[in-house]
């Protein structure tokens, strides 16, 4: 029994490994703008409640994170890109065309860093059969520090 519990438990831990092994997409093939600029807030509706978000009036004006993605030279079988968040959230799909601006509204930067929105983003490429080929994933941790494919970027 416990060689049989080994034998599956090796198994997954292979199987899952594998999964997670999307390489990044090669930076010649696009181009990344970091849209930083400062919008007010929509004034939260006084009869609902939540604990969640920070109060703000909605004159004061707060930093605004955009990203802007430029696919400039993306090889032949990229097809298809879907963006997904760390909540889970389809934020796009989308067939890719040539020379393709992608935005990713990110939201405000306190919100971010505060964890009340997503602070991270996976941007998958694939072919026609859905094969996942490479990825680019942004993220911003507590601190503010802007990642690139596990690189950093900058500072919001």
């Known amino acids: 029994m416990k060689f049989f519990l080994v034998l599956v438990f090796t198994f997954f831990a292979h199987h899952l490994k594998g999964q997670d092994t999307i390489p ?47 696919l400039t030279n993306m090889p032949e079988d990229r097809y298809k890109v879907r963006i997904t968040n760390d909540l889970g959230n389809k934020v796009l799909t989308k067939k890719i065309k040539k020379n393709m601006q992608i935005v990713v509204d990110m939201g405000y930067a306190d919100d971010i860093k505060d ?34 494919n596990e690189q950093r970027f900058g500072k919001i």
């Open 115 to 148: 964890g009340v929105g997503p602070h991270k983003y996976d941007i998958i490429f694939e072919d026609k059969e859905k094969k996942k080929l490479s990825k680019i994933v942004l993220d911003i941790d507590r601190d503010g520090n802007f990642w690139v």
């Open 24 to 70: 990044y997409e090669n930076k010649d093939s696009y181009k990344f703008e970091l849209d930083y600029n400062f919008k007010s807030k929509p004034v939260q509706d006084r009869e609902e409640i939540n604990f969640e978000q920070k109060r703000s009036s909605g004159n004061t004006l707060l930093p605004y994170v955009k990203v802007l993605i430029t």
